[in-house]
């Protein structure tokens, strides 16, 4: 077996037997792996605080044939701050179970772990809306994995300067010309667009530094909801359980 040491963030993590933890991990070198942590739920064990989700850092594993086998880790970011807070935890554990949907292993999964990474450090920022980091993480998610709507042309003529609309079943932009036999367009204010063209456009570095209006932010969440609806097709559970906390909150 070779010895390893990956960068990650634990994805997530389930008793196996009656000491030991399968945890996911996606990482910089390998993508997505499954790693087996031996006696991680004893209380004495020091692999016990670094298998939890959320624990960012660098994981030593030695490779078998068929798994991995968690030796040790050194844990940089614990984001604990969202373990104190239930709705911030809970949009913590939405994307990292999107980003578990995607991410595969032997991958190059480097920009999904640096946009989950800046995600989640955004989420302890008071100053960006919960909402607003949803819809940015799930529009960027899938533009990163290659299924991102077209935001900066028409997509039936290529067009860039005629009024456009929006069409979740065409994927992206339509002009007035090429709009005509669509059903789902949808007319969105100008910086809704220009929005949706900064998420889809910038690197992950500079995607939590701004802010919108309310009407932006409702546009955004429309398009964000349905395209996601359409083209990644999956409900997840976590995302119910925020959906219900936030009707009440």
Known sequence: MNQITVTGLVLQAAPVGEYDRRVVILTKERGKIAAFARGARRPNSALMGVTSPFSFGEFTVYEGRTSYTLVSASISNYFQELRMDVEGAYYGFYFMELANYYAREANDETQLLKLLYQTLRALVNPH????????????KTVSINGEGPQVFQCVGCGDRERPMVFSVRRGGLLCDRCRRDVSDGMVLNPSTIYTLQYIVGTPVEKLYTFTVSDEVLWE?????????ETYVGKRFKSLEILEQLTKLG
Do not use: A, C, F
């Open 128 to 139: 960006i809306p919960n909402r607003l980091i949803r819809y940015i993480y799930e529009l």
């Open 220 to 228: 955004l969440g429309k398009v964000t909801g349905r395209y996601l």
